[in-house]
Each structure stands twice: as C-alpha cells, then as structure tokens.
Nanobody, 124 residues
Framework: VQLVESGGGSVQAGGSLKLSCVASGYASIRKCMGWFRQRPGNEREGDASIYVPVGKTSYADSVKDRFTISQDNAKNTVYLEMNSLKPEDTAMYYC????????????????????YGQGTQVTV
C-alpha cells in the first residue's frame, strides 16, 4: 500500500485547507483510512477516519464540526477538509490505512494503522 498526501501549506487562523491522500495497493488492506497529525515533540494523534466500503466516518472531539473526511473511490483518494483552523492545528498531517473492521475504524481508536504516507505540513 502506498499513500501520498498533498495540499498542506500556510494559512491564517480561521482559514481553510483541503488535504488529499491518493492510495494504491490492495483495496482489502486499506478498507479503513485515517488522518493523523503530529506536532514536534508530541505523539501522532488521530483526527478523522472513514470506513471506505460504506463511507462511515468518525472524528476526534478536537476537530469535530471543523474537519470533514471524505472519499472519491473512483480516484482512490481520501480528503480532509479543514475549516476554522487554529494555531494549535499546526502539525505534520499523515494519511494512514488499515484493514481493520468498521467497528474499529469508527470507534475512536487509532493504534492499529499499518501504513502511513510521508506527510504534508500544515502551518496556521
């Protein structure tokens, strides 16, 4: 599985960005896709996930109502639309994939993703 993120950049507080993640490889291995952030000196933390076969989504409390995860299956692409950005959203953002179930994928747990992209920097 290969994951390639894009769309990061610098934006003022209150602004918006849309990140993209193009996935390749066996679809069965990337049934669950997630977006993570990592700030310097901090552990990686999950922001949003989507169970690809049915499009069910889940969000961390810190981004609920501000971030939206979506997919375009024809393009093998998962998006993270980020609105009302805050300085504390500044981080490297990673796309990730796992073959775990819908209950895992949308249950608010983040520790079993097997594949990560190289990341894209977001600065607010």
């Amino acid at each position: 599985v290969q994951l390639v993120e894009s769309g990061g950049g610098s934006v003022q507080a209150g602004g918006s960005l849309k990140l993209s993640c193009v996935a390749s490889g066996y679809a069965s291995i990337r049934k669950c896709m997630g977006w993570f952030r990592q700030r310097p000196g901090n552990e990686r933390e999950g922001d949003a996930s989507i169970y690809v076969p049915v499009g069910k989504t889940s969000y961390a409390d810190s981004v609920k109502d501000r971030f939206t995860i979506s997919q375009d299956n024809a393009k093998n692409t998962v998006y993270l639309e980020m609105n009302s950005l805050k300085p504390e959203d500044t981080a490297m953002y990673y796309c990730a994939a796992t073959d775990r179930s819908i209950d895992y994928c949308t249950g608010g747990t983040w520790g079993s993703y097997n594949y990560y992209g190289q990341g894209t920097q977001v600065t607010v």
